[in-house]
């Protein structure tokens, strides 16, 4: 078998592979979405166990979805609710990473702060929708509130963490090749640290939209959360 023939064959054969991954995700789906539907077939039409509007079939959920498209309600909604996410989110990017970075260079902060990020981070994001509407009303600056707080802290330990794993080697070697302290932040703390500092922005961007949706749940602003309230 030639070089040449042996590449075709493992092309081929990650390409069924892909097609088998994609069938059985579709088939799953597919069955998760049946046990639905026989579960509210079951449920209300048959046993009369809970009210039609209390747990919608997959069908109904579909007609509701084609309405709000068709209206352009969600359409609005998602529109209103990324632009405050990714607003929210870049804010508590750079509020995160300034405080991570500052918590690794001086010892003070990381002694005496990090104890309080940490137990404020690990407060539920919908406890600062009462200070984001005392403070800035039924606005979209308190939804934006409501995902800076939420995402933030998390971020900022999580770089300070990333930080703090790089090996103590590489600004061992940076120094004995001469290096200065902001050429050791630029060419080797920020280089080594992205992949966990990627993770962190990761891991942020999920608090962020949880924050999101607590925050327009409990205003007026129109969004996904709004728009969950209203068809509840």
Request: proline residues 4%; charged residues 15%.
């Amino acid at each position: 078998m030639t070089e040449e023939s042996k590449k075709n064959k493992k092309l081929k054969w990650n390409r069924h592979k892909k097609v088998r991954v994609v069938g059985e995700q579709l088939f799953f789906l597919a069955v998760v979405i049946f046990i639905w539907q026989t579960a509210y077939i079951l449920g209300v039409n048959v046993f009369g166990i809970w009210k039609a509007y209390a747990v919608p079939s997959p069908v109904g959920v579909y007609h509701g979805f084609i309405d709000l498209m068709k209206n352009g309600v969600l359409l609005r909604a998602t529109g209103q609710s990324i632009l405050r996410g990714i607003i929210g989110y870049l804010i508590a990017m750079g509020l995160g990473g300034l405080l991570g970075f500052l918590m690794n260079h001086f010892d003070y902060l990381n002694r005496n702060m990090r104890p309080l990020i940490m137990g404020i981070q690990a407060l539920p994001s919908i406890c600062w929708v009462p200070f984001s509407i005392l403070w800035f009303g039924l606005t979209p600056k308190a939804i934006i509130f409501v995902v800076v707080m939420g995402s933030a802290f998390s971020m900022a330990i999580a770089v300070n963490n990333a930080i703090r794993n790089i090996p103590p080697i590489y600004k061992k070697a940076a120094l004995t090749m001469g290096a200065k302290k902001w050429q050791i932040y630029w060419k080797v703390i920020v280089p080594a640290s992205i992949p966990e500092i990627i993770s962190a922005l990761k891991q942020g961007w999920s608090f962020a939209w949880r924050a999101l949706m607590s925050g327009e749940v409990m205003t007026a602003c129109i969004g996904l959360g709004q728009t969950l309230m209203t068809g509840r």
